[in-house]
């Protein structure tokens, strides 16, 4: 049973490694992650939003959106995590 | 957490490290803008913390940092958040916008304090959540 | 013979290490019986996403992303792409509240069948 399952893996495994050799390598500075937008990010950056590490700057003023979404998904998991366990103050009976 | 690790030198222990791990936090989240750091990273140290000291003595002899304070440190984190998002329309940008924040800055300046405010709401939500999350998960423990 | 070669030289080794660490989540994902490990092997597939996208803002010779010295000019291939760094600081937070649902969760489902085995859950299902 567990030999069966390991057949579509190792088949994806293939597929995966084939598809790596069709990647930029690893490091190349003319890589199209590293052409698109991130000159502009690293170009203007400091002098735009003023944060020297290019990363806060990114994260909380070119993509703030992102991060707003990001912080209330955390919210949300922390609420549920109460939610779901501190059932005890509302006589929760089915445990 | 009713019980706890505690044994006096783990306490003479975390007592030493306390103050300096939660300033490292702030200054984690305060200088995130000139060298690595940030919200996310100064709010994970912070809630180390808070851990550390659950996990040495318990929830009696700690900071008693309960679920429903953490839940509204985690929801004033949001709203810090969305505030100073929404302070961008107020004064006739777009929403998290801060350059439009009128203060007497260069331009660059002046979305580097609104970023930094809501660092520190992201800082602020992180730390209520996992603080939030250990205790839920340590108190099902507890009940068995 | 010299394409393997080419394969397992440095440029790729990120990406074989990523494809690696995916088919070990996903293989863990789909035939282990045992949802706390289930939920383990969920975490190492966010890794390899992690790692795949980090080696994707990799630039031979760049330093961090923290500019240090403005006066002469910004040189971009002096630093590496910051912008999978602040995607990946997000995924890494939001892989960190979703483990903490599913344990969450996962402790609800033992308090209430006495089990996390999926095989011993379909069989209290059925009853």
Known sequence: MVRLSLIPFLALGAILVAAAGGLPPVGDPESPPATHVSPRYIMFGHEETGAANLVTGVLADYRSYDTLGETTVICVAGLACWLILGSRSRGDKER | ?144 | MGEMAELLSIGTVQYLQAAALLLVGLYGIVARRHLLRKLMAMNILQVAVIVFFIALSAKSGATVPVVVDEAGGIDVAAYVNPLPHALMLTAIVVSVSTTGVALALLIRIRRRYGTLSETALLDKLRE
């Open chain 2, 1 to 144: 957490m009713n019980f706890a690790f505690g044994s006096p030198a783990l306490d003479a222990a975390s007592r030493l490290m306390t103050p300096f791990i939660l300033m490292f936090g702030a200054y984690v989240v305060m200088h995130g803008h000139d060298s690595p750091g940030g919200g996310f990273q100064g709010g994970v140290i912070i809630a180390a913390c808070v851990i550390l000291v659950r996990l040495v003595r318990g929830r009696a002899g700690g900071w008693n940092l309960s679920p429903e304070t953490a839940l509204a440190l985690t929801c004033a984190g949001v709203g810090i958040f969305v505030g100073v998002g929404l302070l961008g329309p107020i004064f006739g940008g777009n929403f998290l916008d801060y350059a439009a924040l009128p203060l007497s800055l260069k331009a660059g300046e002046v979305r580097a304090v609104g970023s930094l405010a809501i660092e520190i709401g992201v800082a602020l939500t992180v730390t209520g959540v996992l603080t939030l999350v250990f205790d839920a998960l340590v108190e099902a423990r507890n009940d068995g």
